[in-house]
């Protein structure tokens, strides 16, 4: 886990490609392709238009997502925010009036007597 300011891929920048790093993230901008950060949080901004693979530990997501995204811990999806993709995760918050399309695994480990 990162400590300190966070990384940060303004409004302006565009990146086609694979993202990978450790340290926390806020993404403005745009975003192709494939963005890991297993173990760090990625913040999706209003202004943020991600098309990607995301694979994360926590996500808080904002701004325009397509693409599936797998969490290892939490997964936000806040009022403003317009989600197109799969997502797995084992806790999930979405606010009244996020827009989602997908399907949604929350890996639980059940009882097998159930």
Same mark, same amino acid.
Request: charged content about 25%; overall charge neutral; hydrophobic content about 40%.
């Given at each position: ?44 901004? =209003?202004? #943020? /238009? ?7 530990? &926590? %996500? ?40 989602? =399309?997908? #399907? /949604? ?7 097998? &007597? %159930?």
């Amino acid at each position: 886990m990162s400590t300190g300011n966070p990384g940060l891929i303004g409004k302006a920048i565009r990146i086609k490609g694979e993202l990978h790093g450790e340290e926390d993230l806020v993404i403005e901008g745009k975003v192709e392709g494939t963005i890991s950060l297993k173990k760090n949080h990625l913040t999706l901004e =209003r202004s #943020a /238009v991600i098309t990607a693979h995301v694979e994360v530990e &926590n %996500i808080t997501i904002k701004g325009q997502m397509n693409g599936n995204t797998s969490a290892s811990n939490r997964v936000e999806i806040t009022a403003d925010a317009k989600v197109v993709g799969d997502i797995k995760a084992p806790r999930i918050v979405m606010a009244e009036g996020a827009k989602f =399309r997908g #399907a /949604v695994e929350m890996d639980v480990k059940l009882p097998a &007597n %159930i």
